[in-house]
């Protein structure tokens, strides 16, 4: 077991990166205002490599075999963090910040059932009802007799979002443990802004200004903190003390998208925000259980 300052340290971290992944999807939102998706994805994943990378030279110097990103389950792990980021960036164009934040925190609940599908768990009473508390709050949020066809568009693309970032979870399970973590990452903000550039065929790209320039460098600088934070949480801590904390992302979200959007959530979709979480710690619950025993 981990020790008590260790856990608070742990939560702080986690805390922290939730927020600055919030500064992320904010940041891209305010830029899908003026640029297309895919313009984005290529812009950001362009400072996103370039921040990576000066990390990684600190770290280890860019040393090591390269060659073990050709191994297929990387591969995999790369489509779905592409398929991940387009799902999002869509997802954040047309829904409030708050709905898409609070939907794709469903993914943990789908790692846990597709952990138990595919024989890595066994099937758990508590895992199946945790499951169930996030599908009622996942409907409450979407609310679908009030949802506009451009908000349904975009919960759909957030749920899409969660399946595809619950996908990459369990490929990183299978990862080798040999292959650092930052490269890894690198590879996949490769792949993303790979794909970015490919959209730009379907897409009329605008010129990025100044003020698009620093939002979409800010976001990248916001996701790699948020990674590095991230992991840095989950290291020499009890997962069960620190992993709840990642829900606190839905209260950053509720102030960020209030103070620049003004959005405000109604109480249906406040009450299934609140079904998500519980599902979710009650899932975590369920692995502290386990662990223990």
Not at 96 to 103: E, K
Not at 167 to 191: C, I, K, M
């Amino acid at each position: 077991m981990a020790t008590p300052r260790a856990n608070r340290r742990g939560a702080l971290l986690m805390t922290a990166a939730m927020a600055c992944y919030v500064v992320n999807d904010a940041l891209v939102k305010l830029s899908t205002a003026h640029l297309p998706p895919g313009q984005v994805l290529a812009v950001r994943g362009i400072f996103a490599i370039a921040f990576l990378l000066a990390v990684a030279s600190v770290v280890s110097g860019l040393r090591g075999d390269w060659r073990t990103l050709a191994r297929p389950v990387i591969g995999l792990r790369c489509v779905l963090e592409v398929g991940t980021a387009i799902a999002s960036v869509i997802a954040l164009t047309l829904a409030p910040l708050a709905v898409v934040t609070a939907l794709m925190m469903t993914a943990p609940l789908m790692i846990s059932v597709g952990t138990m599908a595919l024989g890595w768990e066994r099937w758990h009473a508590r895992s199946i009802a945790a499951a169930l508390l996030g599908l009622a709050g996942t409907v409450a949020v979407v609310r679908p007799d009030a949802a506009t066809v451009f908000s349904a568009w975009g919960a759909a693309s957030a749920l899409l979002c969660a399946a595809m970032l619950a996908g990459r979870e369990l490929a990183t399970r299978r990862l080798p443990p040999h292959v650092p973590s930052w490269r890894v990452a690198l590879a996949a903000a490769a792949a993303v802004c790979a794909a970015g550039a490919c959209m730009s065929f379907a897409e009329d790209w605008q010129p990025v200004g100044a003020r698009e320039t620093a939002l979409l460098a800010a976001a990248a600088a916001g996701a790699t903190l948020g990674n590095l934070a991230l992991i840095a949480a989950c290291r020499a801590t009890d997962l069960s003390v620190v992993a709840p904390f990642r829900y606190s992302i839905i209260v950053w979200a509720l102030i960020v998208g209030h103070l620049i959007w003004g959005d405000t959530l109604p109480l249906l979709a406040a009450f299934g925000v609140a079904l998500i979480v519980a599902g979710g710690v009650l899932s975590l619950g369920k692995k502290r259980a386990s662990s223990a025993s």
